[in-house]
């Protein structure tokens, strides 16, 4: 309930899905982002991986497409094991996010390029105390 509130939005339907994180991939990413439904079993198989987190099967269709790879034979495993950063950067790239980057290191700019990677700004107070800290270290 804590991450994902707007889909188990009560203690009976969170209690039938603790623990299980296959089960809560396939509830949270049904019917999103070319997924199919639960059932379908998409949400695990094209769950989050990857230097940014690649989810859902529009993407991971659109990035294999982007590489010579058929979503129907490549193993979306691939992009943990052998393609984390070159999906981060494809995704970066396919939204022009260095774009808004640009504008500088502050919060208004975290705060754009969080809600186009993760469609919200969870976890956004986090990811702006850790970029001006690392990119601090880029820049001394």
Same mark, same amino acid.
């Given at each position: 309930m804590a991450t994902f509130k707007k889909y188990f939005p009560t203690p009976d339907l969170a209690n039938q899905y603790a623990? =299980? #994180?296959? @089960?809560?991939?396939?509830?949270? $990413? !049904?019917?999103?982002? +070319?997924?199919?439904d639960e059932a379908s079993g998409d949400g695990w198989r $094209?769950? +989050?991986? +990857? +230097? &940014? =987190?690649?989810?859902g099967k529009t993407n991971y269709t659109a990035f294999?497409?982007?590489?010579?790879?058929?979503? !129907?034979?490549a193993n979306a495993d691939l992009v943990a094991t052998n393609y984390s950063m070159l999906s981060a !950067? *494809? $995704? *970066?790239?396919?939204?022009? &996010?260095?774009a808004t980057a640009d504008a500088g290191v502050?919060? /208004?700019?975290?705060?754009?390029?969080?809600?186009?990677?993760?469609?919200?700004? /969870?976890?956004? #107070?986090?990811?702006?105390?850790?970029?001006? @800290? $690392?990119s601090k270290l880029l820049t001394t």
């Amino acid at each position: 309930m804590a991450t994902f509130k707007k889909y188990f939005p009560t203690p009976d339907l969170a209690n039938q899905y603790a623990r =299980q #994180p296959e @089960k809560i991939a396939n509830h949270v $990413y !049904a019917s999103r982002n +070319g997924n199919g439904d639960e059932a379908s079993g998409d949400g695990w198989r $094209y769950r +989050g991986r +990857g +230097g &940014l =987190q690649l989810t859902g099967k529009t993407n991971y269709t659109a990035f294999f497409k982007s590489i010579g790879l058929d979503i !129907a034979t490549a193993n979306a495993d691939l992009v943990a094991t052998n393609y984390s950063m070159l999906s981060a !950067a *494809w $995704y *970066w790239n396919s939204r022009n &996010l260095s774009a808004t980057a640009d504008a500088g290191v502050d919060e /208004n700019t975290i705060t754009k390029i969080t809600k186009v990677i993760n469609g919200g700004t /969870n976890g956004l #107070p986090d990811r702006i105390t850790k970029t001006g @800290k $690392y990119s601090k270290l880029l820049t001394t």
